[in-house]
């Protein structure tokens, strides 16, 4: 079975730059999560999409970033205009349903801007 | 909002020895607890779960057990093997948010 589907992998980009990272959720699952993995921060939640619809942002840091999901088998997030201290590991994860359901999480997008 | 810790942060053990890694949570709301294994370059891979209705579980060499009173949950690994050195993350949910704990990198020496 395909897991969640993540590209690119790798990302180098200037600042001020746009950068859109894509996700492919796993086949029939209602949730989709993007998270952001630091260092200094660990694994944080951006975004919680739940057939398709944007359920809980409170973890998108600033205005620079915005997420879509315009069907069930696609999601972008965007950050515009990226900054240095956008640098980071983003994943998405997609899940069967809300609640208590295990997560599924793609190879992420390691993102750098210099 | 929920707060997850995990200990420790590394852990060192011989090959053929049994890991242990320990999370305590502060919501008493939460009640499903996943574990997650990272390697290098890749996502977190949940390796095995709990709910708040089980005290413990198994699966093969790896078990998990839960103290809902103490609001505490472990990660048991036993007869230890190179291919389990990984970063491990704990997390605790009520609802459709995963708090992570900080996470432990395990080396499996042989």
């Known amino acids: 079975d395909a897991g969640v589907i993540q590209s690119p992998r790798h990302e180098v980009t200037e600042m001020g730059q746009e950068v859109t990272l894509r996700c492919k959720p796993i086949?029939?699952?209602?949730?989709l999560f993007w998270y952001r993995q630091t260092m200094m921060r660990g694994l944080e939640l951006l975004i919680y999409?739940?057939?398709?619809?944007?359920?809980?942002d409170s973890g998108m840091p600033e205005d620079r970033f915005s997420a879509k999901m315009p069907n069930a088998s696609f999601s972008t997030l965007k950050i515009q205009p990226s900054e240095p201290r956008d640098s980071a590991v983003y994943f998405c994860?997609?899940?069967?349903?809300?609640?208590?359901?295990?997560?599924?999480f793609g190879d992420g997008t390691r993102l750098s801007i210099l | 909002g929920e707060n997850v810790e995990q200990h420790p942060s590394t852990l060192s053990v011989q090959e053929g020895d049994s890991a242990v890694i320990k999370c305590t949570y502060s919501?008493?709301?939460?009640?499903?607890f996943p574990w997650y294994k990272q390697e290098l370059g890749k996502g977190p891979q949940l390796i095995i779960d709990?709910?708040?209705?089980?005290g413990e579980k198994k699966d093969q060499r790896i078990a998990v057990t839960l103290n809902k009173t103490a609001k505490h949950f472990s990660l048991h690994i036993t007869e230890t093997q190179p291919e389990d050195s990984a970063v491990y993350f704990c997390?605790?949910?009520?609802?459709?948010?995963?708090?992570f704990g900080a996470g432990t990198t395990v080396t499996v020496r042989a």
């Open positions: 994860a997609s899940s069967p349903d809300r609640s208590r359901q295990p997560q599924h």
């Open positions: 086949s029939g699952h209602n949730s």
């Open positions: 999409f739940n057939n398709n619809v944007p359920i809980d």
């Open positions: 919501d008493s709301a939460s009640n499903y």
């Open positions: 709990i709910r708040s209705n089980v």
């Open positions: 997390a605790a949910s009520g609802g459709y948010k995963l708090s």
